[in-house]
């Protein structure tokens, strides 16, 4: 028995949300979509049991987007354990080092069963990390117990498990898309309002750029020292949402054939950014894992060791700077940044395409299978995947170019919730408002379900 088969036989006997017995009506939907992302920020703000308060930290912004967490807190973890054990699943998976089937049903759930777990040991590792290494008691005089540190520990890892029950809820049919997908923009929408409401009472009563502008309005806001919120941020924040809008909307489209309906010609439309915003969102992923790995590489060796500081170094220059005073302060990180981005961003596109399955081989044969055909080429999957490869390399080098630059120039600007952040915000809404649309659809026309193959 491999790992996986480990992993997914311990899942099988994990407790599991079921599937209504009935599709529950689009409102119904709604409403526990709605009270899963209100119990979401009720979570953020619970602090944990047993720490002392006045020593939260303030999270790296970057890794508070990418993995919906908020320090000190029973969302302290956020998605990160199951985003960081889905992508080394898929990464294992697509690398054929795990071998397993992704279209079988099957091959799916013994997938969705080792996440769960893995995602479990992963919360637990990082929780007792986080605790072992003192994080929430340094600087304060006091010495936990072990009860203390067992309970930190314990809610940690509580508050983890509840956020795959959470997404399995909503995936499994009882509410709208998923708790990873709805965590990140509510953190991503937390953000951008903070930026522009925020305000902390004696300390930063002027941190956002509305407070900013009532306390001093002869305050020059084009460009804020300290990465806080400006005018340029909010400008490049527009810009940005109406740039991706644009771009998502276009299409390449592939002229097809049906060998069943001899002489009817048809479009095959591939997406302009064909690798949507998967390759950024990897390279935020990694790079708030080494973040992730930064603060714990502190509370265990101390900040003045030389293992420590080689490490930070790297980390500060993958980091991305917030806003056109610190881009401009230190040139080399934002050189270095932009670059490290871009090639990060070209290696995971290209990694996505063949692992995801879009490559021209697997598109080549699902048209095969479905029956169709370019016109004028031999009904052979190996002459279509010549012909998908002039259309699909060199959209996926463009388009992960290009959600590279969006993403880059957005941080250096200081867009608000981060480029990476928008970035996804856009795609998801994108997905909710498809998802909202297409129940809509069904629930006002039943037979759509029967074509459509679904469940009654």
Avoid at 120 to 128: E, M, R
Avoid at 139 to 151: E, I, K, R, V, Y
Avoid at 370 to 381: D, S, V, W, Y
Wanted: charge should be positive.
């Amino acid at each position: 028995m491999g790992v996986i088969d480990l992993l997914a036989a311990i899942g099988e006997r994990l407790p599991a949300v079921k599937k209504p017995e009935r599709r529950p009506t689009l409102y119904r939907r709604l409403a526990w979509t709605g009270i899963i992302l209100i119990t979401y920020f009720i979570m953020s703000n619970i602090p944990l049991y047993g720490i002392p308060e006045q020593n939260v930290q303030a999270q790296f912004n970057l890794l508070r987007i990418i993995f919906a967490s908020s320090a000190g807190t029973l969302m302290e973890l956020g998605i990160g354990p199951i985003v960081t054990a889905s992508l080394i699943l898929q990464v294992l998976v697509g690398a054929k080092i795990v071998k397993l089937d992704l279209t079988d049903p099957e091959g799916r759930k013994k997938f969705t069963s080792a996440q769960k777990v893995l995602a479990i040991i992963i919360a637990i590792l990082q929780a007792t990390a986080f605790t072992l290494g003192g994080r929430y008691w340094a600087g304060t005089g006091l010495q936990p117990t072990t009860l203390d540190m067992a309970l930190v520990i314990a809610q940690l890892s509580l508050g983890t498990v509840l956020v795959i029950y959470f997404d399995e809820v909503l995936q499994r049919g009882w509410g709208i898309g998923s708790a990873i997908s709805l965590f990140i923009l509510a953190g991503v929408a937390q953000s951008v309002v903070w930026s522009l409401f925020g305000f902390v009472p004696g300390v930063a009563v002027d941190f956002g750029l509305i407070p900013a502008l009532i306390t001093d309005p002869s305050l020059t806001l084009l460009a804020r020292p300290n990465g806080f919120p400006d005018v340029t941020g909010l400008l490049a924040t527009m810009t940005m949402v109406a740039i991706l809008v644009y771009l998502q909307a276009m299409r390449v489209e592939v002229p097809v054939t049906s060998q069943r309906l001899r002489g009817v010609r048809s479009r095959v439309p591939l997406q302009f950014i064909y690798v949507t915003n998967i390759p950024i969102l990897l390279v935020g992923i990694l790079v708030s894992d080494l973040a992730l790995i930064q603060g714990i590489l502190a509370d265990f060796l101390g900040t003045d060791n030389r293992f420590y500081q080689m490490y930070s170094t790297v980390v500060y220059y993958l980091t991305p700077p917030r806003g056109l005073i610190q881009s401009l302060t230190d040139p080399v990180r934002t050189v270095i940044f932009a670059i490290s981005w871009t090639i990060l961003s070209i290696i995971f596109g290209y990694m996505w395409v063949e692992i995801a399955g879009l490559n021209p081989r697997d598109q080549a044969e699902r048209l095969v299978k479905g029956g169709l055909e370019i016109p004028g080429m031999r009904r052979h999957a190996k002459a279509v995947e010549q012909v998908l490869a002039v259309y699909i390399y060199p959209l996926t080098l463009l388009s992960s170019i290009i959600v590279a630059v969006i993403v880059i120039v957005a941080d250096i600007l200081g867009a608000y919730g981060t480029g990476t952040g928008l970035l996804l915000a856009v795609g998801i809404i994108n997905q909710y408002y498809a998802l909202i649309t297409r129940e809509r659809a069904i629930e006002t026309y039943p037979l759509l379900r029967r074509i459509l193959g679904e469940e009654v």
